[in-house]
């Protein structure tokens, strides 16, 4: 990804201007605040350069299934929103941060483009149950779990995309309360972590009388789980989604329908024929649904 210009400073934080996808916003500058592709300690806004294909599947999943109102929650500077708009076709979205220095970047990021695009410094429960969104981004660094009810209340008939990067704790008795399992996984399992937190979020789907079935699932090992599931709101879609949970001995109740929508996959993968982004990242993006989207 290439950043542009000069630095600029707001709030005593240095941006500079980032090229990702076909997007252009402002970003923490990766020289300074970034290791290892990630925000270092001391970023002013956590803005992981690493989550770059993890954005432009988001991408490519939005121009094969197209909304118009867009949630992006926990959205740090706003990335996931702006490209939705310039790459996607959404229309309004709205942007909520806890961080009121990433609001106030998330704003000029949006600004910037003349996006349709609200930006509120609140926690993400008090967005998702005002807003009347067609998919929402649950983009936490943690366990999404906490956020998970109220976001397919909100959504109803739509999509729920969620990130989990606190693997680690599924091998921990930790996994009781963050996952809500029976008890830890036993072995480093990458499919196994997935279904365990899918089978967690179809439960908590269907505790609001919403059905959700996994459109992909895309896992970045010891890194992040993302997950997009499409919602349908009604008890028959409950009882149906809760049909494709086994019980896993120690672990408890697991997802074990397909993880992908391959018909879904296919349409991503064209798309990206169709998409005007740097090669190399096309490249990384076609390597990662390839072999990092778990279909079984
Ligand atoms: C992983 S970062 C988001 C990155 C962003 N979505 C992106 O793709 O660049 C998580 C963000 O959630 C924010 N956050 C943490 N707890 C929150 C809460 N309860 N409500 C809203 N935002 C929260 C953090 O300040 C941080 O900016």
Redesign the pocket.
Known sequence: MRTDGGVKRVAGADLVLYREGSSEFY?PDPNRYCEGGL?SKDSP????PN?AV??SILVLFHRVNRISRFG?????????AVRLHLEAGVEESVL????PL?CRVARMNVRRHGLKAQVYC????I?LASFDLDAV?L???GSPVP?AQVAFRGVGDGYVHL?A?DLESLYTPAARRKYLLEGPLQERDPELEARAIVGTLVRLAASVDVGAFPRYCLVEPRLRVRVCLECRRGKSYANRALENLRREPGVGYVWSGPLTDERTLSKMERELDRVDWDPEHVEEVRKALGSNILSA
Not at 72 to 80: E, I, K
Not at 96 to 99: H, P
Not at 122 to 125: G, L, N, P
Request: proline content about 3%.
């Open positions: 970003v925000p806004i956590a803005f992981a989550a993890n954005r992006d929650v926990f959205c740090g500077v706003g990335a996931r909520s941060d806890v961080n990433a609140h926690d993400a429960a967005v981004d983009d936490v660094h956020f990130t990067t």
